[in-house]
């Protein structure tokens, strides 16, 4: 079945750029698209169509692809960032969803 | 006020049955796709199924094939999840979501099902 892979954990600094990756073979075809989930509270699309900012989500945030990895931008991430982020995307039939494992974000 | 309520939750014994409800208010529920999403406790998001906006067309990821099934009725703005021969792996907070054109994407608070004898 299809995978997107996620690194466990990232850490930066309040200020500095955080950068989440996820990789999988149909990303060149399929797309991205990124969810935040604070702890006990259901989770929050922050990118969707690999770059795109839903209303309310604030400009730090952006989205690229590239081949077979989309990646998560943080810019000047803040302590109220800290969650876990989650993409997500499609097979190749585009009819099965997947997620990604899940990235734990400490902003400190 | 755009809103998906999940119920029918609880605790169950392995090998027995299910139903979710999901309750759609404040869009037009018919006009769109409508999916199931469960995460473990301490574990990450899973994906469990699809139906398309009009039931015509349904998918399930493979650890619940055969065993779990989505319905809607539109007439009442209400997804169902029915699952069957429950397995203690299927202990979870199950969402319902809302996808759409846009970036369109509500979820529901979940609602928590606990497999156990």
């Known amino acids: 079945s299809y995978e997107l892979t996620q690194p466990p954990s990232v850490s930066v600094s309040p200020g500095q750029t955080a950068r989440i990756t996820c990789s999988g073979d149909a990303l060149p075809k399929q797309y991205a698209y990124w969810y935040q989930q604070k702890s006990g509270q259901a989770p929050v699309l922050v990118i969707y169509?690999?770059?795109k900012r839903p209303s309310g989500i604030p400009e730090r945030f952006s989205g690229s692809s590239s081949g077979t990895m989309a990646t998560l931008t943080i810019s000047g991430a803040q302590v109220e960032d800290e969650a876990d982020y989650y993409c997500y995307s499609t097979d190749s039939s585009g009819n099965h969803v997947v997620f990604g494992g899940g990235t734990k974000l400490t902003v400190l | 006020q755009v809103q998906l309520v999940e119920s029918g939750g609880g605790v169950v014994q392995p090998g027995r049955s299910l139903r979710l409800s999901c309750a759609a208010s404040g869009f037009t529920f018919s006009t769109y796709g409508m999916h199931w999403v469960r995460q473990a406790p301490g574990k990450g998001l899973e994906w469990v199924g699809i139906?398309?906006?009009?039931?015509?067309?349904?998918y399930y990821a493979d650890s619940v094939k055969g065993r779990f099934t989505i319905s809607r009725d539109n007439s009442k703005n209400t997804l169902y999840l029915q699952m069957d021969s429950l397995r203690a792996e299927d202990t979870a907070v199950y969402y319902c979501r809302a996808t759409g054109d846009e970036g369109f994407d509500i979820w529901g608070q979940g609602t928590m099902v606990t497999v156990s004898s």
């Open positions: 169509e690999d770059s």
């Open positions: 139906i398309w906006y009009d039931g015509s067309n349904k």
